[in-house]
């Protein structure tokens, strides 16, 4: 073994230097070819079987093939024609990047001479790649003072293609203030720049927008496009210039203070704070400049103090405009008084009440008021009044005079105060009239009890609620005032199931909080009605009651109560009794439960928690019903022995279980033997005691089996006396159809016979319950003329003897 590893070793290091020496040959010359890029698959690339001096079926049987190294294999050799085609598209950007030149070099191996020949293919770009720009638009922002001969670098774009096919010039969209220059770089790429050939003016285009194409060289020109937004920023080239050299206007002397009596207008052609114009006064005197007011940015002019047409006829005014870099200009402005009647009525309040009770009587005195004008002739005539729906009215006295009196009686919780205006007007043209004003107080009287917000509530406490906590509030308004106003609480006192209210809950006298002294319990009593009074403080106090209904909400604090089967009080275990014939599907016994709580509380659901055979039983998820959910098979145990939970719907759910033990048997006998069989005795008396059970249960049987055969005597014989009177003469006609009972009423009352029986492994938990017959349906009338024939009935009650179910309970 030893000298073959050698061997074989020797000749592998013969068959490498041969390569190597193979290797160093085939650079001595190398076949070149050309391919365009982008090309389908099998393309020509030429005829390799010529270059290799072979013949095209030579390629195969001389086993030639190509051989490359860390490369997807671009080429191929076919065989028919032997040449060299394309493998799959070839991508030269993908290959080789922006080298101008794209070489790709392999070798092609002549197996049977072990020689290799390098090929090298050179990949010819072609026009596929689009001239473009990193982005889709660039913004520039130039001021319109900007100098002409102004350069702004352009983004370059950018082609992969080489040669004439890639970017080969620019061109700028036509604008009269700009123009393209392209500069030649130091590696031969080209940097566009845009010039500004004429100055810019915002006020004539804000914003110049223009297109930079990029071409390539190729067949056909492919191009991209680059958007150009150029947004020019204002310089202060131009100042202010009113609408109008001159404003004038005429106003009444008697205009209200801050009336707007004339704008002045003055615009800027500039943008931003060049074009921003504030107003001022200019050469105005200093006692016009405190009558009117100019607003520095609209240009409003308003008067801020009175105008007297005695003082000043014309108001002689000079704006000046500024914008924001100092240039400005400025407008005359005239304002010309008209005279009117400009003196108002003077009143004065001679005496005055400021506080009158609600229930002051009508025609009572609250002030007396003089009037008196200046004017004279109409203008000094006047006339006095006070406006408004007010139960009020002024009476005329001598030398104008007027008091004030009440005209109806007044209403506190409607009106507390009165604020009377009185009008003193004279008759001039235009109208000049003053006002006065009068508050009145009405104080409050206890006239309004306490009212609640609803004519009853209701609330709710969930049950288990803690001692003490806050249950509910109410709130009571009372429409007078102060200590007429001030509500307190109570409740009326009442009992609950014989147990004082207020042992249940308590009220805050002042804030109407209500709070449970106990803790309610839902299925103790599920609502309380209570009655809350509210009182004033007034005197007399006055009162008013609201029922409150508190409804106790469930919470799932009861856990289901199994009421079948029922654990026996000697601590048995319940069994029942199923047969082995049982199908699935049999009814073995139903579990029966109960929750103390109300709604989804106490919804129920069953499930089979534990079972010695998971698959032989099933249990309702609703119903709690246990069947069969397979037959019974031999090797299936006696003595079966099912956990059953019971879980209500609460949160958190509450649930109990109940352990069922099922005897799988066709009767009692087969129970008692196989439990004998199931459960050897440990000890002498556990025998005996078990021995006597059985046998008191065969005695059962047996007087039970006695007493069926007695009954079938009876009726048979009751059958036959009837069959012979009716053949004498149908003496027995007026005989009640209830006092025949025929074979079918045997099976009924042998199917509803039921017995039970109750064993345990010591005599004191062992007891016999001896059967009750169920007659409830035993007894059913028939018709015995059309029942079937009597020798057809013994069979079947033989067959239905053995009918029985049974219900046994083990420990």
């Known amino acids: 073994m030893t000298i073959r590893v050698k061997v074989l070793g020797c000749r592998r290091l013969v068959l490498l230097f041969l390569f190597l020496g193979l290797l160093l040959e085939a650079q001595a010359g190398k076949i070149r070819y050309s391919v365009p890029e982008e090309t389908d698959k099998d393309f020509f690339v030429g005829n390799i079987a010529e270059d290799l001096g072979l013949q095209p079926q030579e390629l195969v049987e001389r086993g030639v093939r190509i051989v490359s190294r860390g490369r997807t294999q671009l080429f191929a050799l076919n065989p028919r024609s032997g040449s060299l085609v394309t493998a799959g598209r070839i991508d030269r950007e993908e290959l080789c990047a922006q080298s101008l030149q794209c070489l790709v070099s392999f070798n092609v191996l002549v197996e049977d001479k072990m020689k290799l020949f390098p090929v090298e293919v050179e990949i010819i770009d072609i026009n596929d790649n689009t001239p473009q720009f990193q982005l889709e638009e660039v913004e520039f922002k130039m001021n319109e003072i900007t100098t002409p001969g102004t350069r702004i670098p352009l983004p370059s774009g950018q082609d992969l293609d080489v040669g004439m096919n890639s970017l080969q010039m620019y061109q700028l969209s036509s604008n009269p203030h700009f123009s393209l220059d392209v500069q030649q770089g130091s590696d031969g790429s080209q940097q566009p720049e845009m010039v500004l050939q004429s100055p810019l003016d915002r006020e004539e285009d804000a914003v110049h927008r223009l297109l930079l194409t990029a071409f390539d060289g ?5 191009s991209g496009t680059l958007r150009i937004r150029v947004q020019v920023v204002d310089a202060n080239d131009n100042a202010p210039a009113f609408t109008q050299a001159r404003y004038h206007t005429s106003v009444p002397e008697n205009v209200p203070l801050g009336t707007r009596l004339l704008t002045v207008k003055a615009t800027d052609p500039d ?7 504030t107003y001022s006064f200019h050469n105005i005197d200093h006692k016009v400049a405190q009558i009117f007011h100019l607003d520095s940015y609209t240009g409003e002019i308003s008067n801020k103090e009175p105008l007297d047409f005695e003082e000043y006829t014309i108001y002689p005014m000079e704006i000046q405009a500024q914008d924001g870099s100092s240039l400005m200009a400025r407008a005359k402005v005239l304002v010309k008084v008209l005279d009117i009647n400009d003196n108002a009525p003077e009143v004065t309040i001679t005496s005055v009440t400021t506080a009158v009770p609600e229930n002051f009587p009508p025609g009572a005195i609250i002030a007396l008021i003089s009037v008196h004008d200046q004017d004279s002739g109409d203008n000094g ?14 009476e005329k006295l001598d030398d104008n005079y007027y008091r004030l009196v009440t005209e109806r009686t007044m209403d506190r919780e409607l009106t507390s105060q009165y604020n009377i205006t009185v009008t003193a007007a004279d008759q001039g043209t235009p109208t000049l009239s003053t006002e006065t004003h009068i508050s009145l107080q009405v104080t409050d009287i206890n006239d309004n009890s306490p009212v609640f917000l609803q004519d009853s509530y209701s609330t709710y406490i969930p049950e288990n609620n803690p001692r ?21 609480y109570s409740l009326v006192e009442d009992t609950i199931q014989g147990v004082p209210l207020s042992s249940f809950v308590s009220i805050n006298s002042d804030t109407g909080v209500l709070y449970a002294l106990r803790s309610f319990d839902y299925e103790q009593f599920r609502d309380l009605r209570l009655r809350v009074m509210a009182r004033d403080s007034g005197d007399p106090p006055l009162s008013s009651n609201v029922s409150l209904g508190i409804f106790v909400l469930d919470q799932n604090d009861n856990t289901p109560e199994i009421l079948y089967p029922a654990l026996p009080t000697d601590g048995s275990t319940g069994v029942e009794l199923a047969p082995r014939s049982a199908e699935p599907g049999y009814l073995v016994t139903k579990v029966v439960a109960v929750d103390r709580d109300s709604g989804q509380n106490a919804w129920l659901s069953y499930r089979l928690l534990k079972a010695s055979d998971p698959g032989l039983f099933a249990v309702g998820l609703h119903t709690g019903e246990v069947r069969t959910a397979r037959a019974v098979m031999d090797r299936d145990a006696l003595k079966q022995s099912l956990v059953v939970a019971v879980e209500d719907h609460g949160q958190p759910p509450l649930s109990a279980t109940v352990t069922l033990t099922v005897a799988m048997a066709d009767s009692i006998p087969d129970v008692l033997a196989d439990l004998g069989s199931m459960e050897p005795s440990t000890n002498l008396d556990n025998s005996s005691l078990t021995l006597y059970l059985v046998v008191a249960v065969a005695t059962v049987s047996c007087v039970f089996l006695a007493f069926v055969i007695v009954l079938l005597a009876l009726r048979l014989w009751r059958w036959h006396r009837t069959r012979v009177l009716q053949a004498s003469g149908g003496g027995l006609a007026g005989v009640p159809v209830s006092h025949f009972v025929g074979v079918d009423g045997v099976r009924a009352f042998l199917q ?10 010591d005599s004191r938990g062992s007891h016999v319950i001896f059967p009750q017959p169920n007659y409830a349906n035993t007894l059913v009338s028939q018709e015995s003329r059309e029942k079937k024939d009597f020798l057809s009935a013994p069979q079947s009650l033989l067959e239905d003897r053995k009918q029985t179910f049974s219900q046994v309970n083990f420990v």
């Open 218 to 222: 190729g067949n056909p020109v492919r």
């Open 271 to 277: 943008e931003g704070a060049n074009g921003e114009v």
């Open 381 to 394: 005539h006047t006339t006095c009044s006070i406006s408004g729906n007010l139960p009020f009215k002024l």
């Open 468 to 488: 003490g906590v806050s249950i509910f509030s109410v709130t009571a308004h009372d429409a007078d005032s102060n200590e007429n106003a001030r509500v307190t």
């Open 752 to 761: 509803t016979y039921s017995h039970e029986v109750s064993l345990t492994a």
